[in-house]
């Protein structure tokens, strides 16, 4: 047996095809790391946007009282990004404290004709501020007014938000929009008030008892990240394209296990190889496990291959410091921290079973029409067919699909730690898993063991 | 000693019967012709003999074991070459025969240059197969039926793609194989490439076996062909048997020996029938074994 499935690999390696695929998956692997680096720089549209925005204001009539509003919030906006770009380190402050004066003084000089001075005073003290980049004055204020309504009335939603802005002390977190810890700060500060409204309430519906789970997960999530300081849910390092690997390259993987899996057999029998390997002493039935077997070595060891081929030339582009920033899984009020790797290495098993259903069903159809062609177009459509039936079930919460694969094929949520979508109990999904997996066995042993290798 | 016999052995494809009660053997040192124009069913015996298609009724058995009941040692000692010679365009020459060593155990380095050499490809052997003649290919195919050492070497029209230098290397091969011990069944729809080599010939039609005989008996007939020239072969019709053959209105083509031969002249004389010409050839190979045959016709 070892014998057969060492022929076999030696067949699938000397194969053009595999290497083909494989520099495409290179260059494919390099795009996808590039984008990953430039999203920053790819999403931050802020110089078209302003760009954009004085072109507007030529065009607006300021006679017209809509328009001359729309004007004013845009010299507002547009003096606001003139300022973020000289200070990074503030920007926070100055979308959300000075945005809001500018805007009052722009409005009260053209709209209101009224007194400018003392707000422009107040804008001026702030600008001061922020041009010796003196973010912690506006962490004090902040902290002033929180200690002012704490001295009033003492909550827990206070205290949480004092907390945070001695941690931005402590640990000195100025300001920036690309900075993790700020990001995490500020993402707290917003969910707090709802999260501490949702939970006064008492009777909470469904929609808002989710949006109640939402919060509390995110809140615990950006906690740990402060606590550890570990940027865990930065989207532009090798951390994160691993974390989507099977979304990025779950297309290459499906490419390599049916293009396998779909020739291993049809191959032999159009080339005609099949008589010399059928006249050699083994069974019939020997050869096809051995055929299996190969495709089920070669599944691992293709997945192993691609991660080591993202993780080279990711981290030649992104960096590979981001290996050690750990996935964060929040489970019933827990934190779990995974090894990037472990991470992966568990999503990727999860969906073993989807490969796994995906390339038998390829491998028999291949054995029954003998046709690589047919085998492989089948098998794509079939995984198409999948996800959309999938999604179907989903919106319509069908029971007609409850035995369809696709629904079942996925495993994911285990690692994620969510429920399943279905509501299927992981065990009765494996089941069915199995049940397709030796059907389709079946029937290509049976097919392989009776046919008949045809005349020319 | 017996290495294959085929024993009424019946193919259906469907409902259509290709093969019907083929029976022949095989023994050591034996190199059977199969003979037979194409769609006989050279290429289906062949495969169900190797187990390419599985048999309907009947039994083969090569080295005493049944093909049906034990495949894998009634396979082992077989090399065969069956329609073209299909490898792994995408290999060398030697990589592929490698790769079909592998499949057998203890087979030396050495023992697949031996073979090399014997089918004349040590100069082009590491060359990727698709830059391979037909020729060059057929050779290929030969070795790799070589592989497994076997004593039954099964080759399905083995001369397609080759130059008459390599059908003589093939002859001198096969020769040499059938000293060794070994059984070959070479098939063909032509006769006369074989006919020098062989010692026993089958003759197959419509999936029926007309005849197994010896070359030795066939050689031993002394008849001869005649092309008679005549007025009219109208009338020489009633005179001819079926092996006999009408050519045209003048010529006709008769199958006998001297004396039968000069009583028919004398008969066809006497009866006003005009004889222009006779000119006499030598009798194929093939004609001769369909005269022993009984003068079945094959179509």
Not at chain 1, 251 to 266: A, E, K, N, R, T
Not at chain 1, 275 to 298: F, Q
Not at chain 2, 164 to 188: A, N, T, V, W
Request: charged share 25%; hydrophobic share 40%.
């Amino acid at each position: 047996m070892i014998k057969l499935i060492k022929a076999e690999l030696k067949k699938i390696f000397h194969k053009k095809s595999f290497l083909v695929i494989t520099v495409i998956f290179m260059f494919y692997s390099i795009l996808t790391n590039v984008i990953y680096k430039e999203m920053n720089t790819l999403l931050n549209i802020d110089n078209l946007y302003t760009d954009e925005l004085k072109e507007e204001n030529k065009s607006l009539n300021l006679n017209n009282a809509l328009e001359l509003e729309q004007y004013v919030t845009n010299i507002t906006i547009l003096e606001t990004e003139e300022l973020k770009k000289d200070y990074k380190d503030m920007a926070y402050i100055i979308d959300n404290k000075l945005y809001d004066l500018i805007l009052e003084k722009n409005s009260k000089k053209f709209i209101t004709k009224e007194d400018i001075t003392d707000i422009d005073e107040q804008i001026e003290e702030y600008k001061n501020y922020i041009k010796k980049k003196d973010w912690r004055y506006f962490t004090n204020l902040e902290l002033n007014d929180i200690n002012e309504s704490l001295s009033e009335n003492k909550s827990e939603r206070l205290e949480k938000a004092k907390s945070l802005e001695e941690y931005r002390l402590k640990n000195n977190v100025n300001y920036a929009e690309d900075n993790y810890l700020n990001k995490a700060i500020i993402t707290i500060k917003t969910d707090l008030n709802e999260y501490y409204n949702l939970k006064e309430m008492s009777n909470l519906n469904s929609e808002m008892q989710k949006r109640y789970e939402a919060l509390e997960e995110e809140m615990a999530i950006n906690n740990y990240i402060l606590e550890k300081k570990v940027d865990a849910l930065s989207n532009n390092s090798l951390g994160a394209v691993l974390k989507n690997f099977s979304g990025e390259f779950g297309l290459f993987i499906l490419i390599y296990v049916i293009m396998i899996s779909g020739s291993i057999i049809s191959e032999e029998f159009n080339k005609g190889t099949i008589k010399y390997l059928l006249t050699k002493p083994y069974k019939r039935s020997s050869i096809l496990t051995a055929k299996l077997l190969t495709i089920m070595l070669l599944i691992p060891i293709i997945l192993l291959f691609m991660v080591l081929i993202e993780i080279i030339l990711g981290g030649i582009i992104l960096g590979f410091n981001s290996l050690s920033v750990p996935v964060l899984i929040y489970h019933n009020g827990v934190i779990e921290a995974y090894h990037v790797l472990k991470y992966l290495g568990l999503l990727l098993l999860s969906s073993l079973p989807e490969y796994l259903v995906l390339s038998i069903l390829c491998f028999l159809l291949s054995t029954v029409t003998t046709s690589t062609s047919a085998a492989i177009t089948c098998t794509f459509l079939f995984y198409l067919i999948g996800n959309v039936i999938s999604n179907l079930a989903l919106i319509y919460n069908t029971r007609i699909f409850k035995y369809f694969i696709s629904l079942h094929w996925n495993f994911d949520y285990l690692v994620n730690k969510t429920s399943n979508p279905y509501n299927f109990s992981w065990s009765f999904s494996l089941g069915i898993v199995i049940i397709y997996i030796v059907i389709m066995l079946c029937i290509s042993y049976v097919y392989f063991n009776k046919k008949d290798v045809k005349n020319i | 000693m017996n290495i294959l016999k085929v024993e009424n052995l019946c193919k259906k494809f469907g409902k259509k019967e290709v093969l019907k009660n083929v029976s022949f053997e095989i023994n050591e040192g034996d190199i059977l012709a199969f003979i037979g124009p194409n769609g006989a069913g050279k290429t289906t015996s062949i495969k169900c003999i190797l187990g390419l298609q599985k048999i309907t009724k009947g039994e083969v058995i090569i080295n005493n074991y049944s093909l049906k009941k034990n495949f894998v040692k009634a396979i082992s000692k077989v090399g065969a070459l069956v329609e073209a010679p299909d490898v792994y365009t995408y290999l060398t020459g030697y990589e592929n025969l490698l790769l079909q060593a592998s499949y057998y155990k203890n087979i030396s380095e050495d023992s697949i240059m031996d073979i090399i050499k014997l089918v004349g490809l040590e100069n082009r052997i590491y060359d990727k197969v698709s830059k391979y003649s037909l020729g060059m290919r057929q050779r290929l195919g030969i070795a790799i039926a070589l592989i497994n050492n076997p004593n039954l070497l099964i080759l399905d029209e083995p001369t397609n793609g080759l130059d008459p230098e390599g059908i003589k290397d093939l002859r001198e091969l096969l020769l040499k194989l059938s000293k060794e011990h070994i059984g070959i069944l070479i098939s063909s729809h032509n006769l006369s490439e074989l006919e020098s080599f062989c010692n026993k010939v089958c003759i197959i039609s419509h999936g029926e076996v007309l005849a197994v005989k010896s070359i030795k008996d066939i050689k031993k007939i002394d008849e001869n062909k005649y092309i008679l020239k005549t007025d009219n072969t109208s009338k020489i019709k009633k005179y001819l048997t079926n092996i006999d053959k009408i050519i045209d209105n003048n010529y006709v083509e008769i199958i006998k020996d001297e004396e039968a031969m000069g009583e028919f002249i004398k008969r066809v004389v006497l009866n006003d029938i005009k004889v222009y010409e006779i000119k006499k050839e030598d009798l194929s190979l093939e004609e001769a074994f369909i005269k022993i045959a009984g003068g079945k016709k094959i179509d």
